[in-house]
């Protein structure tokens, strides 16, 4: 059974930084791409950032592009997200997910997902 556990979310000022962490586990993820989303209240979930697990080019939001940086290690599966120069509007619960194969912008197209980890960006 697919796990993936976030952590690392927080309260942090405007300008600061924090690093997600995402533990996978349950399988071989060789195949799979793994995603960053995040929700904000009322919002809809969307899309942060994405990586495949055998490597290749990593994907952004346009909210994302310049300031977080997706990256993984295989060896201990896990993969990270490095988030710089937070702005208030990027408060939100961030998930991890994952899907076989692509990498997707698309929620629905996720198949696990982890519970989520808080991150809150005060001005």
């Known amino acids: 059974q697919v796990q993936l556990v976030e952590s690392g979310g927080g309260l942090v000022q405007a300008g600061g930084s924090l690093r997600l962490s995402c533990a996978a586990s349950?399988?071989?993820?060789?195949?799979?791409?793994m995603g960053w989303f995040r929700q904000a209240p009322g919002k809809e979930r969307e899309f942060v950032a994405g990586?495949?697990?055998?490597?290749?080019?990593?994907y952004y939001a346009d909210s994302a592009q310049g300031r977080f940086t997706i990256s993984r290690d295989n060896a201990k599966n896990m993969v990270y997200l490095q988030m710089n120069s937070l702005k208030p509007e990027d408060t939100a619960v961030y998930y991890c997910a994952v899907r076989k194969f692509t990498i997707s912008n698309l929620h629905r197209e996720y198949d696990y997902w982890g519970q989520g980890t808080q991150v809150t960006v005060s001005s």
């Open positions: 349950g399988r071989t993820f060789s195949n799979y791409a």
């Open positions: 990586t495949h697990w055998s490597g290749g080019r990593t």
